[in-house]
């Protein structure tokens, strides 16, 4: 699998704005959430389009579990109710869908759509939808600490032998390339604890646009600011760079 040239292989998303867009209606945050879906929608076939190869969407945060219960009720209904709607069309376009974060905090009802929707999508290659949920970056490094710390007190593995592949490969998603993009919706300039470790050297691109206001033509933007930038990896030029090169 290849992305065409100037295209990014992995696009990672904070969508944000749901909420203020509801408002600014007079509608009910849940209502937001599910215009974004539609934008989740939109997004994931305009990657297909594209060429984008991977999509790492943050639909839900460790943090959102502070929500009140009915949003976070609402917004797990929406995630069941994508589930069930969309895996016959990722098993049409061969698309792989896979979830990263703490999968068994979630209702049963909702890991049992995940289950159902990443078994029956297993074997496809052409893309992947990646699901962060009830994922923090932190949590993550953590537990990829922990997992290391276990195996070397186990006499498996010399402290010296723990460099940065390593930590990569206890990581949630360990065969994924890092994101080249990171597109934040709302206005908000922070990464908010979303793939810490992934994003080091991920181009970021930051827009006043709502999350259920970023449709086709906004990614398209976003798409034609990336291909403008030169990628340096803190060091030589992109055509000759790696990840990991920085000075
Ligand atoms: C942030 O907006 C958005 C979220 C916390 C949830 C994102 C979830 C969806 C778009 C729907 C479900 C996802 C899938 C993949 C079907 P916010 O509520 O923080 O907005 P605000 O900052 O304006 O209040």
Redesign the pocket.
Known sequence: MTSPAGIPRHVAVI???????A?QRGLS?LA??AE??K??EAMVRACREAGVQYLT?????TE?WSRTPAEVAG?MR??EK?LRSHTAEMHKHDIRLRVIGRLDDLPLAVRNALRRAMQATAGHTAGQLI?ALSYGGRDEITRAAREIARQAAAGAIRPEAVDEAMISAHLYAPDVPDPDLLIRT?G?LRLSNFLLWQLSYAELYFTDV??PDFREAEFQAALQEYSRRQRRFGGVRDADAQPGGAA
């Open positions: 969508m944000d704005g749901n909420g203020r867009w408002q945050r937001g959430h974004g879906v934008s989740v969407l943050y639909a839900f945060s959102n917004l929406l995630l994508f699901l709302s908000e709502l999350w």
